[in-house]
């Protein structure tokens, strides 16, 4: 079974900077499409970035483009996400995701595993 789990998160103020991990166990983690997705109170998540399998892709929502830094390292199972210049609309339940495939979704329903997610708080 695969699981997820995500790390990293916390308080910050504007401005500053967090850097989220997901570990991956239980599954062939280089065979996978890594996304991290996120979802405010009262909206429907969203997707924030994608990476391949051998990390040499990437895609960003434009919201977080030239700010946020998604990355993988096979060797560890794990994924990380980079966030820098965090704005208060930056607040959300991040998740990190997986779905078996070469190809870069951006649509949650295209995702076979998630994780629990870890709170990110901007204060303004």
């Known amino acids: 079974q695969v699981q997820l789990v995500e790390s990293g998160g916390g308080l910050v103020q504007a401005g500053g900077s967090l850097r989220l991990s997901c570990a991956v166990s239980?599954?062939?983690?280089?065979?996978?499409?890594m996304g991290w997705f996120r979802q405010a109170p009262g909206k429907e998540r969203e997707f924030v970035a994608v990476?391949?399998?051998?990390?040499?892709?990437?895609y960003y929502a434009d919201s977080v483009k030239g700010r946020f830094i998604i990355s993988r390292d096979n060797a560890k199972n794990t994924m990380a996400l980079q966030m820098n210049s965090l704005k208060p609309e930056d607040t959300a339940v991040y998740y990190c995701?997986?779905?078996?495939?070469?190809?870069?979704?951006?649509?949650?329903?295209?995702?076979?595993?998630w994780g629990q997610g870890t709170q990110v708080t901007v204060s303004s």
């Open positions: 995701a997986g779905r078996s495939s070469i190809l870069l979704g951006t649509s949650p329903d295209r995702y076979d595993y």
């Open positions: 239980g599954g062939t983690f280089n065979r996978y499409a």
């Open positions: 990476i391949s399998w051998t990390g040499a892709n990437t």
